[in-house]
């Protein structure tokens, strides 16, 4: 460990983790360099388009933007950690309606129409525009991902019904 090194510990997907690096590193290459995490993306590196989104301690962040030193005993969420065993209705959503073309925004989509839908359990069209209005998409035009998300919302009252 390097004089400007520190070591620290934060809980990723559920598990323990001890990470080293400079305080100031981004939260995103640790996550897909150190923990070998690649499903967050990078795409601008300055915090306008939403693909490198995590969730900290419940809140979406865009990790390009997040020190190393701010995960420090927090807990984090990345797209590995949703869906695990069963697809997330929010994913099997962006499967059956077309909502991930490329697949770069995608991470952070999910993992922000998750956030979403934590939040607000039956939200309007408008709350799925404004919750996923920090990401950005190149290929799909939104339409089928905020299809996508509302779909979601019925199959989840669906499966709370039956
Ligand atoms: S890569 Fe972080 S917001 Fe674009
Ligand atoms: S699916 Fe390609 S950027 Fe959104």
Same mark, same amino acid.
């Given at each position: 460990?390097?004089s400007?090194s520190?070591?620290?510990?934060?809980?990723?997907?559920?598990?323990?983790?001890t990470v080293q690096?400079?305080?100031?590193?981004?939260?995103?290459?640790?996550?897909?360099?150190s923990?070998? #995490?690649?499903g967050?993306?990078?795409?601008?590196?300055?915090?306008?388009?939403g +693909?490198?989104g !995590?969730? &900290?301690d %419940?809140? #979406?962040?865009?990790?390009c933007l997040?020190?190393l030193?701010?995960?420090?005993? +927090?807990?984090? !969420?990345t &797209?590995? %950690?949703?869906?695990?065993?069963?697809?997330?209705?929010v994913q099997q959503?962006f499967?059956?309606?077309?909502?991930?073309q490329?697949?770069?925004?995608?991470?952070g989509?999910v993992l922000?129409?998750?956030?979403?839908?934590?939040?607000?359990?039956?939200?309007?069209?408008?709350?799925?525009?404004?919750?996923?209005?920090?990401?950005l998409c190149?290929?799909?035009?939104?339409?089928?991902?905020f299809?996508?998300?509302?779909s979601a919302?019925q199959a989840q009252?669906?499966?709370a019904t039956?």
């Amino acid at each position: 460990m390097d004089s400007h090194s520190v070591q620290l510990r934060c809980r990723v997907n559920g598990d323990e983790v001890t990470v080293q690096g400079h305080p100031l590193s981004r939260l995103l290459d640790v996550l897909r360099t150190s923990l070998h #995490l690649t499903g967050t993306k990078e795409g601008c590196g300055e915090g306008e388009c939403g +693909a490198c989104g !995590v969730l &900290i301690d %419940g809140r #979406l962040v865009n990790s390009c933007l997040v020190p190393l030193l701010h995960a420090d005993g +927090a807990s984090i !969420v990345t &797209i590995e %950690g949703i869906g695990v065993g069963k697809l997330h209705a929010v994913q099997q959503a962006f499967l059956e309606h077309g909502g991930a073309q490329c697949g770069i925004c995608t991470p952070g989509m999910v993992l922000a129409a998750v956030n979403l839908l934590d939040r607000i359990p039956n939200p309007s069209m408008d709350d799925v525009r404004i919750a996923l209005s920090g990401n950005l998409c190149r290929c799909t035009g939104y339409v089928r991902i905020f299809e996508s998300v509302l779909s979601a919302v019925q199959a989840q009252r669906a499966a709370a019904t039956s």
